[in-house]
């Protein structure tokens, strides 16, 4: 519909085709026509499609003597939904779907000129002279910069956390607010002083977030009065916001002083009048996040074969990151929970199938099992890891039983059948290298003493020489 500025009485009304939704619309003007158009972004939604798959871009006139005319001047089908219309340079960029889009208004008619496609649904787009902020559903904000030289989209910035985005605008050319669906505002920043990867692209970095309580939708760089000129507090870069309850406000940019004085006067306020669910007021605007998992230690795998399995555990007080790779290799470090370093990776074979790793408790002790064609269990001895083979020849499946009747019973499974048995009970051998740095050919175990006696050979100047040691080995324990 067109409304008169001023009456608000509708001109004209434009009905759209069944099923067809109008979703964005833009008043704009293009390069080198001096007309004024409305562009609207429509989608086909239908009830068996969860996104809109097929839209269009339609172009009208509003007639200059009889404004109760409007006219189609163009349109032009896109694949997806735009969801969000813009004007770059006297031409026309759309968020539709997964891509950003530049189209060329060429003889009073669309072509395409460009694409980037890297979003999931972007849902909203901001311009500012060569910039453009792209809002993602689910991955936050990036800025692309538009290189006219060489017609194309240039990704030089994103935030690397999840949002699930509302909208965005620019605050400046390197700084953005947004807005997303947990009721918060946060702004970014391009971080010049780290570029993420080799082609240089850097880094979006938060630097402010606030809780609003609503949803805003809509921003734009604007306000509803230019500020007083005999005004004592001067701001600027002034955006207006609009949410989904009803309610407008703007954010500004205001100097230090300003800022320390109106924080002083708003704890004031908070401090001597309570609200009615004695809320305190730092903790309601509190910035309200997601789960996120910050990473603690980082490395690179010293393999190229891709991991099947993965667990950080914590084994005599020492903390382990094991990764079982699809060959059947098995990776360990030991690392600093509290510094996130790691030590120097350890491999171990642990079959020729791809293994699993499963946490599993015996005697109050925790042990890992590695369930693949020659199954392990894997615990401590001094702080140093032992392996363990298990008299079992495959094992898909493991875990621990919490019964009272079967305590530290473990129960295993080929796929076929399974097996009860404590961890003593499974391994059957106990592995326990002890180097001698001579020939043993025989050894005899005492009981009553605990002790163990081996007979040995050396090889000393092309002579022999056999001994026998006894109680030179205490029981393993």
């Known amino acids: 519909m067109v409304l008169d500025q001023n009456t608000f009485q509708v001109l004209h009304s434009h009905e759209f085709a069944p099923f067809e939704c109008a979703v964005s619309v833009l008043s704009g003007e293009f390069a080198n026509d001096p007309q004024t158009y409305y562009i609207v972004g429509t989608g086909m939604v239908y009830r068996d499609e969860q996104e809109t798959k097929v839209g269009r871009l339609i172009v009208f006139e509003v007639d200059d003597v009889d404004k109760t005319k409007l006219k189609r001047v163009h349109e032009t089908n896109v694949r997806g939904c735009p969801h969000a219309l813009r004007i770059l340079n006297g031409k026309l960029a759309a968020a539709i779907n997964s891509s950003i889009r530049l189209f060329e208004w060429t003889d009073r008619e669309f072509r395409l000129e460009c694409s980037n496609y890297n979003n999931i649904v972007a849902v909203d787009l901001k311009v500012m002279n060569e910039e453009v902020a792209v809002a993602d559903v689910m991955r936050s904000v990036s800025l692309l910069s538009y290189r006219q030289m060489e017609g194309s989209f240039e990704e030089v910035a994103k935030d690397w956390n999840s949002n699930w985005m509302i909208t965005c605008e620019f605050i400046t050319a390197e700084s953005i607010l947004g807005s997303e669906a947990h009721l918060n505002l946060f702004t970014v920043e391009v971080d010049k002083s780290?570029?993420?990867?080799?082609?240089?692209?850097?880094?979006?970095?938060?630097?402010?977030?606030?809780?609003?309580?609503?949803?805003?939708?809509?921003?734009?760089?604007?306000?509803?009065?230019?500020?007083?000129?005999?005004?004592?507090?001067?701001?600027?870069?002034?955006?207006?916001?609009?949410?989904?309850?009803?309610?407008?406000?703007?954010?500004?940019?205001?100097?230090?002083?300003?800022?320390?004085?109106?924080?002083?006067?708003?704890?004031?306020?908070?401090?001597?009048?309570?609200?009615?669910?004695?809320?305190?007021?730092?903790?309601?605007?509190?910035?309200?996040?997601?789960?996120?998992?910050?990473?603690?230690?980082?490395?690179?795998?010293?393999?190229?074969?891709?991991?099947?399995?993965?667990?950080?555990?914590?084994?005599?007080?020492?903390?382990?990151?094991?990764?079982?790779?699809?060959?059947?290799?098995?990776?360990?470090?030991?690392?600093?929970?509290?510094?996130?370093?790691?030590?120097?990776?350890?491999?171990?074979?642990?079959?020729?199938?791809?293994?699993?790793?499963?946490?599993?408790?015996?005697?109050?002790?925790?042990?890992?099992?590695?369930?693949?064609?020659?199954?392990?269990?894997?615990?401590?001895?001094?702080?140093?890891?032992?392996?363990?083979?298990?008299?079992?020849?495959?094992?898909?499946?493991?875990?621990?039983?919490?019964?009272?009747?079967?305590?530290?019973?473990?129960?295993?499974?080929?796929?076929?059948?399974?097996?009860?048995?404590?961890?003593?009970?499974?391994?059957?051998?106990?592995?326990?290298?002890?180097?001698?740095?001579?020939?043993?050919?025989?050894?005899?175990?005492?009981k009553s003493t605990g002790t163990y006696g081996v007979c040995s050979a050396r090889k000393e100047d092309d002579r022999r020489t056999d001994r026998v040691s006894i109680g030179a080995f205490s029981e393993f324990p």
């Open 194 to 446: 780290r570029p993420i990867t080799d082609d240089g692209r850097y880094v979006l970095e938060p630097t402010g977030y606030f809780y609003l309580g609503e949803i805003a939708k809509v921003m734009v760089r604007s306000s509803l009065v230019p500020p007083p000129e005999d005004s004592t507090i001067q701001y600027t870069h002034p955006i207006m916001f609009g949410t989904t309850q009803g309610s407008i406000g703007m954010i500004v940019q205001i100097d230090d002083k300003w800022k320390k004085f109106l924080v002083a006067v708003e704890k004031a306020i908070a401090d001597s009048n309570k609200n009615c669910m004695h809320i305190e007021h730092s903790n309601y605007r509190t910035f309200v996040f997601q789960k996120r998992a910050e990473p603690v230690c980082q490395t690179d795998l010293p393999s190229k074969i891709v991991p099947r399995s993965i667990v950080a555990t914590c084994i005599e007080e020492v903390h382990y990151l094991l990764v079982a790779l699809g060959d059947g290799t098995l990776i360990y470090y030991v690392f600093d929970v509290t510094t996130g370093r790691h030590g120097e990776a350890k491999k171990s074979s642990v079959g020729t199938r791809p293994p699993s790793l499963h946490r599993v408790r015996s005697k109050n002790r925790q042990h890992l099992f590695v369930c693949s064609d020659r199954p392990v269990i894997i615990f401590s001895v001094s702080k140093k890891l032992v392996f363990s083979n298990v008299n079992v020849k495959l094992v898909n499946t493991v875990c621990s039983l919490s019964s009272n009747a079967y305590r530290d019973c473990l129960v295993i499974s080929d796929g076929k059948s399974m097996v009860f048995g404590t961890v003593d009970d499974i391994q059957k051998i106990h592995v326990r290298s002890i180097p001698m740095g001579e020939s043993v050919s025989r050894i005899a175990y005492q």
